[in-house]
């Protein structure tokens, strides 16, 4: 992701768990002292980064079956009531354990069980873990801030170099305008990264520009007043309300227009595109080649195993390929370094290089292709052969 694909090529692991060196193999140096892994017809890639995950739902892949997507929310929310504490932390457990296997070394999570920063923190992952927070009533505002505030310090003592906490208001139609502002605030204050569900379906776009469709319903029914400022779209909204800043993540990012791709490109907020999730809710094609050339930063995202049963991050890039005409390399690119910049983490992983932590991935070439890149993007989850993190090894294909 830093130059030319290097034929023959070797990455040095230093002892404390960066790139010491990366280049030819004959260039690169061999201490006596340290044990070395070949892989003959792979390719060893930085691991992949994937911007938007939901490990605590792993497991309840098919459970959800409402094709309309406000109903599918609510089908997801009563299911999510069934599991405890401890089944929550087994479930990311697995997830993470399934990144790992799929060449994912980084991830961007939104959760409100706090499972997934304690399974990060427990494998020495790397990743940010967004604490979810919802709240559609304005007169609870207060109560949810000090809430998501509390929860936020109950779980800092898990962070780390490598794992940061951050808070997700979860989207427009579950969120009030007073709790977007306020924890946006509170997230600048503290330097916490923010990540929003934001212009995804196309209901939440009809909710905030005329006040109606099923979720407008949903609220009136619960006696919640709508959000003033109608007539905006999301990206509009979510920016009138201060929502979007270089720390904040718009997860999906589809319903827009020109003008709310120059209100993201202006604001510096990034982009988590998750092409098979869009997809399968029918909520239409996110305009990434539009979006990449305005200069907002954007990465892949799976979204969770109940949108779209099984994470291939793979998948994903082959998708937005496709969808965006873009290229092989790009699309790796989108799956590696791209990510990175999406999560502020360029200085520290998304490509191989010397300083950087020792993150990848070997993944056996497909058949079909030319290039490297064509050869890697054509393979799948089933030819990655070894994750490695912080130069550690955390999966091995049998
Ligand atoms: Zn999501």
């Not at 699309?331 to 370094?337: D, S, W």
Request: hydrophobic residues 40%; negative net charge; glycine residues 10%.
């Amino acid at each position: 992701m830093a130059g030319a694909p290097i034929e023959r090529g070797a990455v040095l692991i230093g002892a404390h768990g960066r790139i010491q060196s990366v280049g030819p193999d004959h260039v690169v140096p061999r201490p006596p002292d340290v044990t070395a892994s070949e892989f003959p017809d792979a390719a060893l890639l930085p691991g992949l980064i994937n911007t938007h995950t939901h490990l605590e739902l792993t497991g309840f892949e098919g459970l959800v079956t409402e094709a309309e997507f406000p109903s599918w929310i609510r089908s997801l929310r009563q299911i999510k009531t069934t599991r405890t504490p401890d089944e929550y932390v087994q479930a990311a457990r697995l997830g993470l354990a399934d990144c790992y296997a799929s060449g994912v070394t980084t991830i961007a999570d939104t959760g409100d069980s706090g499972a997934v920063i304690k399974v990060l923190a427990e494998a020495g992952g790397s990743g940010i873990a967004y604490q979810e927070v919802f709240g559609p009533d304005p007169a609870q505002a207060k109560e949810s801030l000090a809430g998501l505030e509390r929860r936020v310090q109950e779980l800092s003592h898990l962070t780390s170099s490598r794992i940061q906490i951050g808070v997700s208001p979860h989207a427009p139609y579950t969120v009030s305008a007073a709790l977007f502002s306020s924890v946006a605030a509170w997230s600048k204050e503290e330097r916490l990264p923010l990540a929003v569900h934001a212009a995804e379906s196309r209901e939440e776009t009809e909710f905030l520009l005329t006040g109606t469709g099923p979720f407008a319903q949903a609220w009136h029914q619960r006696n919640i007043p709508l959000p003033d400022s109608l007539d905006l779209s999301p990206m509009a909204w979510l920016s009138r309300h201060e929502v979007l800043s270089p720390l904040t993540l718009c997860i999906h990012a589809v319903q827009l227009g020109q003008a709310d791709i120059r209100v993201l490109a202006e604001s510096g907020a990034a982009v988590a595109h998750c092409p098979l999730s869009n997809r399968a809710h029918r909520h239409g094609t996110a305009p990434v080649a539009a979006m990449i050339a305005a200069g907002v930063r954007v990465g892949l995202g799976t979204d969770s195993v109940v949108s779209i049963g099984r994470l291939d991050l793979l998948a994903e890039a082959r998708l937005a390929g496709e969808q965006a005409g873009l290229s092989a390399n790009q699309q790796l690119e989108l799956c590696t370094i791209r990510g990175a910049l999406a999560l502020n983490l360029e200085a520290e992983v998304g490509s191989l290089e010397p300083g950087k932590w020792a993150d990848c991935t070997v993944i056996g070439l497909a058949r079909t292709g030319k290039t490297p890149a064509e050869r890697l993007v054509a393979s799948s989850k089933a030819d990655v052969l070894r994750t490695y993190v912080g130069g550690k090894e955390v999966y091995r294909s049998q």
